[in-house]
C-alpha cells in the first residue's frame, strides 16, 4: 500500500460506491433496469472530460473498434444482468455469487495474455471461498422441523 496508495484507495471507495449502487437500485429502481440511464450519463461524462481535456484525436482501426464493440458489449451485458438479478432476485445469493467474479475475471486475462496463476492466488481464491461458505452457514434462517 505504500507504493502505490492512491490505487488501493480507489479499489476502496469502488467497493463502498458498488455497495451503494446496488441499494440505492433495490430502493429506487421500483422493478425497472436503469442501466440504460446509468451507461448514458457515464458516457455524457466521460465525453464532456475527452473535450475539455483536450483529448488526442481517436483512431479507429478494425481491430480497436471490434474490441470497443465486444468491451461495450460485455459491460452492458454484465451490468444489465446485474441489476435484474440485485431487482428480482435473492440478494443473499448475488453477493455470494459476486465473490467469483474477480477470480473468473483473472482466469480468463491468464487464459487471453497467456500466463499462469500462481498457487498463492488458488489459495487465496480457497480462503475467500471458505469465509463465504462459512459467513452465509452463520447467517442463514435455520429451519425448525
Not at 448475488?94 to 500462481?118: C, D, E, K, N
Request: hydrophobic share 60%; charged share 5%; glycine share 8%.
Amino acid at each position: 500500500m505504500k507504493v502505490n496508495p492512491l490505487s488501493y484507495g480507489l479499489a476502496f471507495a469502488a467497493a463502498i460506491l458498488w455497495a451503494a449502487y446496488c441499494s440505492v437500485t433495490v430502493k429506487t429502481s421500483q422493478g425497472k433496469n436503469l442501466v440504460t440511464i446509468f451507461f448514458a450519463l457515464v458516457a455524457v461524462v466521460l465525453w464532456i472530460k475527452y473535450f475539455f481535456m483536450s483529448g488526442s484525436a481517436i483512431n479507429f482501426t478494425y481491430d480497436n473498434t471490434v474490441t470497443l464493440i465486444m468491451a461495450a458489449g460485455a459491460l452492458g451485458l454484465g451490468y444489465g444482468a446485474w441489476n435484474i438479478g440485485i431487482i428480482s432476485g435473492n440478494m443473499t445469493l448475488m453477493a455470494g455469487a459476486s465473490y467469483f467474479t474477480p477470480v473468473l475475471s483473472a482466469f480468463f486475462a491468464a487464459l487471453i495474455l497467456s500466463t499462469s496463476l500462481s498457487f498463492i492466488f488458488w489459495q487465496g481464491v480457497a480462503m475467500v471461498t471458505a469465509g463465504a461458505v462459512l459467513c452465509w452457514l452463520a447467517t442463514r434462517k435455520k429451519q425448525i422441523i
